[in-house]
C-alpha cells in the first residue's frame, strides 16, 4: 500500500455500527471490522453477554457464534434464551469447536458471517500462535471477531488472550453480572443481569 498524504487519510469513509440507546451510550459508533475482546472469571455472565451482544449484533449482520468450550450445552442455550435469541433470527448461527485449520477455510469462505464470537481462547490456546493472530488480522480485515477468554484476576490466563485483549479495539470484562466496556469507545457500564449484578455490587459496597 503506497503512503498517503494527509488530505486522503482525511477522506477515509468508515463503516460504522450504527448503536442506538444504552449500546450507544457505552459503545459509541464503533467500525464494524477489528478485533475486540470479551472477558471476565468464572460465573460472571461473560458468555451470558456475548450472546445478549450477539444477539444486539444480528440487527446488523449474520453473526456465528463459535462454542468452542460448552459445545451446545444446557448454559449455553439457557444463555441463548436468556439473552432473547430465538429461532425466527435467521442471522444468528452457532455451531460446536472446529480446529482452527477448519475454522480458517470457514473464515475465508464468501458465506461466512462478517460477525464472529470466538468461545474460548482457552480452548484455541495451543493451536494459535501470535503469528497466525497477526495473519488472521491481515486476511479478514473485513470481519469483526470477538474472542471470549477467561479471567483470573482481572487479566487473561493465557498467552493468546494477552495478545488479543492487546489488539482489540473494545475490551469488554464482565464482573458481577455486569459489563464494563472501554477501549476505543465512550465506555461504561451494562447489566447482565440486573438484580443478580445489584446483589453482588451491593455486598461488595458493604464490605468497603
Known amino acids: 500500500m503506497k503512503a498517503l498524504s494527509v488530505k486522503q487519510a482525511f477522506s477515509i469513509v468508515f463503516k460504522l455500527f450504527e448503536f442506538t440507546g444504552l449500546w450507544l451510550q457505552a459503545f459509541g459508533k464503533p467500525e464494524i471490522t477489528g478485533f475486540w475482546y470479551l472477558g471476565g472469571g468464572e460465573k460472571n455472565g461473560k458468555s451470558t453477554f456475548a450472546m445478549m451482544l450477539a444477539k444486539y449484533l444480528t440487527t446488523f449482520g449474520k453473526v456465528l457464534y463459535i462454542s468452542a468450550e460448552e459445545g451446545l450445552s444446557k448454559d449455553i442455550i439457557a444463555a441463548m434464551k436468556f439473552a432473547g435469541i430465538s429461532d425466527k433470527n435467521k442471522n444468528f448461527n452457532i455451531m ?25 481462547s482457552t480452548v ?5 500462535t501470535r503469528k497466525m493472530i497477526a495473519e488472521l488480522k491481515q486476511n479478514h480485515a473485513n470481519k469483526l471477531i470477538i474472542m471470549v477468554c477467561h479471567e483470573a484476576k ?3 490466563d493465557n498467552a493468546l488472550g ?6 482489540a479495539k473494545i475490551i469488554i470484562q464482565a464482573e458481577g453480572l455486569k459489563a464494563i466496556i472501554s477501549g476505543r469507545c465512550p465506555g461504561g457500564t451494562l447489566m447482565i443481569n ?12 458493604n464490605k468497603n
Do not use: M, V
Not at 440486573?194 to 459496597?205: C, M, P, S, V
Open 124 to 128: 484455541y490456546r495451543d493451536e494459535i
Open 194 to 205: 440486573e438484580e443478580k449484578a445489584n446483589l453482588y455490587w451491593g455486598t461488595e459496597n
Open 162 to 167: 494477552t495478545t488479543w485483549r492487546k489488539l
Open 96 to 120: 460446536n469447536y472446529e480446529p482452527w485449520e477448519q475454522l480458517q477455510a470457514r473464515f475465508s469462505s464468501r458465506k461466512c458471517a462478517k460477525i464472529i464470537f470466538i468461545d474460548n
Open 154 to 156: 482481572g487479566l487473561p
